[in-house]
């Protein structure tokens, strides 16, 4: 199997050494705590205040938080919040050191994030069996971190490794039609089926950069007319062979927005692609654009700059699951035995269009189907 460079597997770091960081701004109580640490093995890492522990953070790992409550300047429940509101070190296990132990405090130390806490006085054997469980759920968490990343990797390269067959299928359909010289409806059927597959393939790489804020937007003006056009064109003979009608309701006038254009191709190609998929033979599919920014009236209501509209006379989809079919992976019952959803594309869409600043959501079609709309 071919990898690519950018797509090496990584491992995600766990720590053989345990990193304890403690927070307090008590010399007496650091001494303390490292004293009673210091025969277990760990790497112990002191900070005075909360902006010391927040720079260490910043340089260095931590598997344990032991923060005290009560620091001048910044507290320990603001610290951790602090910690909790960054993806960093959201997961991190804090143990709060505290001398309040009324019920209100105890309440506002969960709310802040932490995970235990350990009530002054203490004693050593206390302090170590709590340091000893925290760092468990950490061992647990950085496992499954590892798996996951392992899982993510390998998805990558599997979906770069079918990019070659791919080609390969769409270089012989090219040679065949040389061939039989003409064109063949089963070549043009199997051309459009490998394309649609090379989508999906590039709807889950453009997922991974954007789940990982590698996705960088090469904006253009785009005339979003045209580019309803050129997309509901390139259906016209899938929905020509299922006997369905794809029409175009547009503006006479059109506006240029400023998108990207390839990404947003890859949005309407899915919409349409769904929509197509879920009507019945003879149905009907309708791709309307309007410009509310055009019309006075709806202007002073709306700062929509564009709306994006298709419309089908399929199964619909069903109210309560509106909202999580944009959820990756998400199935929705489609009342079809021979169509099943899988919800990739459409979380593809939306995380496009919530990238450009935007939304999308589907409603009912009366009397029946659905009106996916987007909003920019």
Known sequence: MSTLPSNQLREVPINEIPQILIVDDEPSARQTMEMLLLREGYELYFAADG????????????????????????????????????????????????????????????????????????????????????????????????????????????????????????????????????????????????????????????????????????????????????????????ARLKDIDLSLDLPETSNALSVDPSLWRRVLDNLISNALKFSPTGGAVTVRVTYPENDPAAALVSAVQVRIQVIDNGPGIPEEHRETVFDKFKIVASKRRDVSQVGLGLTFCKMVVEAHDGRIFVERNKPRGSVFTIEL
């Open 51 to 238: 902006y010391e522990a927040l720079t260490h953070l910043d340089e260095d790992e931590a598997d344990v938080i032991l923060l005290d409550v009560m620091m001048p300047g910044m507290d320990g429940f603001e610290l951790c919040e602090r910690l909790r509101r960054n993806p960093k070190w959201q997961h991190v296990p804090i143990i709060l050191v505290t001398a309040l132990d009324s019920k209100q405090d105890l309440a506002r130390g969960l709310e802040a994030g932490a995970d235990d806490f350990l009530q002054k006085p203490y004693n050593g054997l206390e302090l170590r069996a709590r340091v000893r469980s925290m760092l468990r759920i950490k061992q647990r968490h950085d496992e499954l971190e590892a798996a996951l990343q392992l899982r993510h990797d390998l998805s990558n390269m599997i979906v770069h490794d079918i990019r070659s067959p791919l080609s390969s299928i769409m270089i012989y359909c090219d040679l065949l039609e040389g061939e039989l010289g003409g064109q063949s409806e089963t070549l043009d059927t199997i051309r459009g089926e490998a394309n649609r597959l090379s989508g999906f393939l590039t709807d889950m790489l453009m997922m991974a950069k954007m789940e990982g804020g590698r996705l960088i937007l090469a904006r253009a003006k785009v005339d979003m007319n045209e580019l309803a056009k050129a997309t509901a064109d390139s259906f016209s003979q899938m």
